[in-house]
């Protein structure tokens, strides 16, 4: 019976520290992971619910969460994978998903000309592309950061960064 009462203990005080852990990461990481899977997705609703599904998976993870990487980069893949797994639905397929500005979420601080500018164009970069500046440059991680939560090699993350760039060049060069 002791046995018993200390497991029970033990599981109480995990799930209070894990409901804690979900608060913080809630308060700290919502707004960039709903930028994010906005201009991932093209709908304001549909990130809503990728955000909410992101929390209740990485909750539900994290007992298994080694710490290999940052809780940020941890929590952006599963947002990334949960963005896939919405865009493989065929209802998805058939909607139109173009990105605009106005459907994002407001920044934190207001935009220039130029800022609107380019992230007009960095919405209109093929998904690999868009992926890849969305984490790189908005979410700021490092390139191996990005290049883990995309599931992706670190070449292959270089690759879309230098696609995505001279596409940009051109788009804001004929802009």
Not at 1 to 30: G, H, K
Not at 107 to 135: E, F, G, K, S
Request: charged fraction near 25%.
């Amino acid at each position: 019976r002791a046995v018993y009462m200390d497991e029970r203990r033990d599981s109480m005080q995990t799930t209070v520290s894990r409901e804690l852990w979900l608060e913080n990461a809630m308060a700290q990481y919502e707004t960039p992971l709903l930028r994010l899977c906005c201009a991932l997705l093209g709908d304001a609703a549909l990130a809503e619910d990728a955000v909410q599904d992101t929390f209740i998976r990485a909750w539900r993870a994290l007992p298994h969460f080694r710490g290999d990487s940052s809780e940020k980069t941890w929590l952006t893949h599963i947002a990334v994978n949960v963005c896939r797994d919405l865009q493989r639905k065929g209802w998805f397929r058939h909607e139109d998903r173009r990105v605009s500005l106005d459907t994002l979420p407001e920044p934190a601080a207001p935009c220039t000309a130029q800022q609107d500018a380019l992230a007009r164009a960095v919405l209109c970069l093929p998904l690999p592309c868009r992926q890849a500046v969305l984490l790189r440059y908005y979410q700021q991680l490092t390139l191996p950061e990005a290049a883990r939560a995309l599931g992706i090699s670190l070449s292959t993350m270089n690759r879309r960064l230098r696609r995505a760039e001279t596409l940009l060049k051109k788009e804001l060069e004929e802009g």
